[in-house]
């Protein structure tokens, strides 16, 4: 190609942007999907926050504040602290209001912007008391800071009725300003779908295969939500992962699934291929109920994206479905509007390809990788079929009769016992883990009945738990295990368990132990540091777990050689030479003769 091609490309790159980002029409499709896409946050994202008490005094003592770690509008606004709640509560306020407003299109932009930026703050808030961040509001909020700058409120509108009826300004639709906020919209619901292909395909080391199909992965991650969850696997799914040829066929197909959908970027032009696109999109939410038993059914309202409605219903509201005007959007929003645009396609697809919410710390709350259970859930060699271990917070409460019980889908079990396995600052770790551990008590008092004599059950995932008569509450930092095909799955197996707090109710005592570790230059050796609260009289001693991850039966715990100098259990070279290679869970074991003996988690040793 000569000089005067690329100028000639160069000069025509304005009318290119131009019928992409302000084609004809679309005036029908901008409403529905503003009037969707808002009903969709305030159902999903906006009565779920609300639903865990956020803005309420008493929200803060059930979460570990010890763990904040803010991000997005968070970190900019209170990057060291949570916010009071008061202030949460006018943000939460506001959110409804707004999100109200969106839906019926009363002051519409400002409507939807102060809505999205809103509910990303409240989100966020509800995700600051762990590293990562969960994926069920992604889509809707990422679809939403593409869409909220989009002069949405034109159509099906209070804001057109105002014109019409008080200021008595006829409608104006002849604009070519209504499709790029639909487009970037799809493209935000898109990448979650593709945001999870993409991450299963080039696996967590970027090797680029399909690993994530042809292992044992399937079978151990449809297990792990029913077996986390204490409930019994349903014949379907005890059918997929009993039968290796259909978990790994189900594996193909769902990832064929999730790269589709971003394929309608592409079919702009083709309404019939673009709603076949937003169709597969809508069958992978029942899709995710049948094979892991939870869903999201509000996702599937998002699909509206997918559907050109002024090609579809244009006829039925009085135009042969594309308005057709000769009107130019002015230079400067052409060039604003492709500018942010370009930088939202940008920042997603960066995000998505390099996996940088990988590293823990990510602050761009909701851009995300998507990755959730893209990681191989199986042991290599893929080709041979062995135990999956994983970890997981338990909490078992012990009662005065002597028994005991799990209570299942405790609330933010899922971070609670995260600092066990960090090998940070001793003295910060072991407030992170009474944190943790106090978060549980808070839970399990703002459940117990009434009455503190009488009986009082809850309903958790896998039946009732009673709420009188406990006597103390352990909290576990756990590595468990799926057993390996052929041994039918109906229930984890405990490689390693140990305690990251235990409470005792009658004395309102927290008894927790944590531990680090770091290179000693001055002796040369491994020093493990042990800080503890709420025993009397401590005597310590140290061990390990072999390797839980390597063996599906690590058979009793190893005393750890060494000795101790001050709080510090120094571990020589030649000792440590002789442990062997592999991760060894670090087991602080506190005797007391007031409190007994109790084993903690004290982190992970390498080797």
């Given at each position: 190609m000569n000089t005067n091609h690329y100028v000639t490309a160069l000069k025509r790159t304005p009318d290119i942007l131009h019928s992409v980002l302000f084609k004809d029409g679309g005036h029908l499709s901008i409403a529905i999907c503003r009037i969707t896409l808002f009903t969709y946050l305030y159902i999903h994202v906006f009565s779920a926050i609300e639903g865990i008490g956020i803005g309420t005094e008493a929200y803060y003592s059930r979460v570990n504040t010890d763990a904040y770690t803010p991000k997005s509008l968070l970190f900019l606004l209170f990057p060291n602290s949570p916010p009071r709640f008061e202030i949460v509560a006018a943000i939460l306020f506001t959110a409804k209001i707004s999100t109200i407003s969106a839906v019926i299109g009363f002051f519409t932009r400002l409507s939807m912007i102060t809505?999205?930026?809103?509910?990303?703050?409240?989100?966020?808030?509800?995700?600051?008391?762990?590293?990562?961040?969960?994926?069920?509001?992604?889509?809707?909020?990422?679809?939403?800071?593409?869409?909220?700058?989009?002069?949405?409120?034109?159509?099906?509108s209070v804001d057109r009725l105002v014109r019409e009826l008080i200021f008595k300004k006829p409608p104006n639709t002849d604009r070519p300003v209504y499709y790029w906020p639909v487009y970037l919209g799809m493209f935000g619901v898109a990448t979650v779908y593709f945001g999870g292909f993409y991450a299963k395909w080039s696996t967590p080391d970027f090797t680029y295969n399909f690993s994530w199909v042809w292992s044992d992965n399937l079978r151990n991650a449809m297990s792990l939500p029913w077996l986390i969850r204490g409930q019994e696997l349903p014949w379907n799914v005890a059918w997929i992962v009993n039968n290796p040829i259909i978990w790994k066929l189900g594996a193909a197909a769902h990832l064929a699934t999730q790269g589709l959908p971003i394929l309608a970027m592409f079919s702009m032009r083709k309404p019939w291929?673009?709603?076949?696109?937003?169709?597969?999109?809508?069958?992978?939410?029942?899709?995710?109920?049948?094979a892991m038993g939870m869903w999201n059914p509000e996702w599937m309202l998002l699909t509206v994206f997918f559907i050109d409605w002024d090609?579809?219903?244009?006829?039925r509201f009085g135009y042969e479905g594309y308005s057709e005007t000769t009107h130019r959007a002015p230079r400067?929003?052409?060039?604003?509007?492709?500018?942010?645009?370009?930088?939202?396609?940008?920042?997603?697809?960066?995000?998505?390809?390099?996996?940088?919410?990988?590293?823990?710390?990510?602050?761009?709350?909701?851009?995300?990788?998507?990755?959730?259970?893209?990681?191989?859930?199986?042991?290599?060699?893929?080709?041979?079929?062995?135990?999956?271990?994983?970890?997981?917070?338990?909490?078992?409460?012990?009662?005065e009769d002597g028994t005991s019980t799990k209570w299942f889908c405790t609330p933010q079990i899922n971070s609670l016992y995260l600092a066990t396995f960090r090998n940070t600052n001793v003295d910060n770790k072991l407030q992170q883990q009474y944190g943790a551990l106090r978060s549980v008590v808070n839970n399990v008092n703002r459940r117990k009945g009434p009455d503190e004599n009488a009986e009082h059950y809850i309903q958790d995932c896998a039946g009732k738990v009673r709420m009188h008569g406990i006597e103390s509450i352990d909290l576990y930092s756990s590595i468990l295990h799926v057993p390996?095909?052929?041994?039918?799955?109906?229930?984890?197996?405990?490689?390693?368990?140990?305690?990251?707090?235990?409470y005792d109710v009658d004395s309102d005592t927290y008894l927790v132990a944590a531990g680090d570790y770091a290179w000693d230059t001055d002796t040369k050796s491994i020093a493990i540091r042990v800080l503890q609260q709420g025993f009397a009289e401590p005597d310590i001693d140290m061990y390990l777990a072999n390797d839980p991850w390597r063996n599906d039966d690590p058979g009793p715990l190893i005393p750890l050689p060494g000795e101790w100098t001050e709080n510090k259990y120094l571990l020589k070279m030649e000792e440590l030479e002789a442990i062997g290679e592999g991760r060894f869970p670090i087991v602080i074991r506190v005797n007391d003769p007031i409190s007994g003996d109790h084993d903690f988690f004290g982190g992970i040793l390498y080797r």
């Open positions: 809505s999205v930026l809103s509910l990303i703050f409240l989100a966020s808030l509800q995700f600051a008391w762990e590293p990562l961040w969960s994926h069920p509001y992604n889509s809707g909020l990422i679809a939403g800071i593409g869409f909220m700058f989009g002069r949405a409120g034109d159509f099906l291929i673009r709603l076949l696109e937003g169709s597969v999109f809508a069958a992978g939410v029942p899709a995710l109920l049948f090609h579809f219903l244009g006829k400067l929003q052409l060039l604003a509007t492709s500018a942010f645009a370009s930088a939202f396609i940008l920042v997603n697809l960066v995000i998505i390809v390099v996996r940088y919410d990988d590293r823990g710390t990510s602050l761009l709350y909701p851009f995300s990788s998507m990755n959730f259970y893209s990681g191989v859930r199986a042991q290599r060699p893929f080709s041979v079929h062995q135990h999956y271990p994983f970890t997981y917070g338990e909490v078992i409460l012990n009662y390996s095909y052929p041994t039918k799955i109906e229930s984890f197996e405990i490689g390693s368990r140990a305690l990251v707090g235990h």
